[in-house]
C-alpha cells in the first residue's frame, strides 16, 4: 500500500543524502560539490576578503559595490589571464551580453578608478580588442 511506497522513498532519500555528502566526508569539496574557493584573496598590495567583502589596497579600505566586488574577485581569481568583456559578462552578471553594450566597460572603469586612482602603480589594464588583464606594471 502507501506505506510502502512512503518507506521506499525515506530509503531513497536517505541513500541519496549519504552520495551527497560523500565527497564532503573525504574533505574533498564543500557541500555544493565544487572545490572550494579560497576566501582571503591578494594581488600586489590588493587584499580582499571574499567572506566580509572588504577591499584594502596599500592599507586603505576601498567601498566597492555588489557587482564591482564581484568583477574585481573574477579578475583576481584569473591574475595575469586576459579576460575577454564576453567571459566576465558571463561571470559576474551569470548570463552573455548583446555584444553592443558597454555594461562591462563601464563597470571596469568604476573599478579603475576605486582600485588604482590615487595610488603609484596601475594593476587594472585594458587589452585593446581583447578584454582585461589584473597584472602588475
Known amino acids: 500500500g502507501s506505506g510502502d511506497r512512503l518507506a521506499i522513498n525515506a530509503d531513497v532519500a536517505a541513500r541519496g543524502r549519504e552520495k551527497a555528502s560523500h565527497g564532503v566526508q573525504h574533505g574533498r569539496f564543500p557541500a555544493t560539490g565544487r572545490p572550494q574557493q579560497a576566501q582571503e584573496l591578494a594581488f600586489a598590495d590588493l587584499e580582499i576578503d571574499v567572506e566580509s567583502r572588504s577591499v584594502r589596497r596599500g592599507g586603505k579600505n576601498i567601498h566597492l559595490t555588489a557587482k564591482e ?14 579576460l ?3 567571459a566576465i559578462a558571463e561571470q559576474v552578471w551569470g548570463y552573455t551580453f548583446d555584444t553592443g ?3 562591462v566597460d563601464v563597470y571596469v572603469n568604476y573599478l579603475r578608478k576605486a582600485i588604482d586612482d590615487g595610488f603609484p602603480s596601475r ?3 585594458t587589452v585593446r580588442g581583447v578584454g582585461f588583464i589584473l597584472k602588475e606594471e
Not at 564581484?70 to 589571464?81: I, Q
Open 123 to 125: 594593476l587594472l589594464h
Open 84 to 86: 575577454t568583456r564576453r
Open 101 to 103: 553594450t558597454n555594461v
Open 69 to 82: 566586488f564581484a568583477l574585481l574577485e573574477v579578475l583576481v581569481r584569473n591574475k595575469g589571464r586576459i
